[in-house]
C-alpha cells in the first residue's frame, strides 16, 4: 500500500520516560524555522528502488532487494528534514534517488512543483542547480587537482557561465560565509584540515543559492568540536539562504538539534515520521524507541537509571527482509499479526505517522503511548553500560 505524504505540522509532545531526557545544552536549541504554511519544495511520493543481486553456486541465483521500499515525505522551503536509521536502512540509497544520481523503480520526486523523475540530461542540467549535495567523504568530492577558488566557482562556470574574475569574487564571499579566510581561495584540498574540507564542500553546494541541499552524514568524520561548528554554519546558512535541507546521519543528537522533523527508517521503509521534539521526547516506533535508547544522558543521575534496549538480532540482509512488518524478527513488543501483515504509515492524533500494529487505532492500545507499555523482557533491556546495538 502506498505510504500517505505526511506534511510538516505542529504536533503536541506527549511525555514518556525518553521526554525526561534531555540531549546536551548546545544541542537543545530550537531547529530549523519552517512552518505548515512555507512552500513545499521537495515531494517524494511512493520512491522505489529495487536491485537483483546474485548469490549461489555460480553466482546462478538472482534475488530481488527492496532498497528503499515505498517512501513518501516533503520538505518546505527552509526546513530540515533529518532520516535516521541503521546501516542498510536505506537513507543514502533515498539521497541518490532524490538527486537523480540512482533512477528510481518506481514513484516520483518533485522539486520545487516539477516532476524530475523522467527528465532527460539536459532538462535534469537545468534542476540540478536548485538541488547540491555534500556528502562524508569530502576528500573524494573535492577534486585534488584544483584550487578552493576553482572548486567553489565550479558550478558559477558551469551553470551560470561567470567569468573566471566574477567565479573569483563569488567564491571569496562563499568563504566569507563559511568562516574560511580569502587565502585559501589558492590553496589545494590536500592543505586543508577535515573540517576547512567540509567548510570548502558547503560552499561549493551553497555558491548557487540551491532550494535544496541534501547533506548524507555531512559531519560524521569529523570531530566533535568541528562538528558542531559545521552544524551551526550550516543552520546560520539556511537563514541567510533559505534552502530547504534533506540530513541524512545515524548521530541522533546532532539529527535533533538541526532538523524540524524527523523520518525514521528501517529496512528500505520509514516506519516513524514527525516533529523532532515529539519523535525524540515520545518515540512511538519500537524501533525509534530502541534507537533513542542509545543516547547518554548528560545528568550522571538520570544516566545511571537509562534502561537500555537492545535490540535482538542483527538487521536482516537486504534479500531476506521477514514478510508481515520488517521489524518483527527484532522487536520486543511482536505480536501475531505483526508476523503476517505489513503494517501500514499511518497519521497519528497529534501529528506525525508510524507504521506499527500497536498503533492501529490511533495510539497505542487505545489510549497509552509505546512509553508506557511494560518493558520488553529482560533479555532485551540492559543497563546503560551495554554497549550499543542500534
Ligand atoms: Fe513491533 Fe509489531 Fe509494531 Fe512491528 S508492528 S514494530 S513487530 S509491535
Redesign the pocket.
Known sequence: MPEPVVSANGSKTAQGPIAERPGPAELMAPAGAATADEKVILQVKDLRKDFVIRSGFLNTRKLPVHAVDGVSFDIHQGETLGLVGESGSGKSTTARLVLRLLPATGGTVQLDGTDITGLDGAAMRKQRVEMQAVFQDITGALNAGMTVAEIVGEPLKLHQHLSKKDRRRESAAMLDQVGLRRDYLDRYPYELSGGQKQRVGIARALVLRPKLVVLDEPVSALDVSTQSQVINLLEDLQDEIGSAYLFIAHNLFVVHHISKRIAVMYLGKI?EIGDASQVYASPR???TQALLSGIPHPNPARERKRQRIVLRGDVPGPSSIPG??S??TR?P???E??RTVT?PLAEMPGGGAV????HANGPALGGASVNSLPLPPPDATQPSSESASA
Not at 355 to 358: D, Q, R, T, V
Open positions: 516506519v516506533h519500537p524501533y508481515g512488518c521489524f518483527h522487536c513488543h511482536v505480536m499479526i505483526c503494517p507504521a506499527c500494529h500497536l
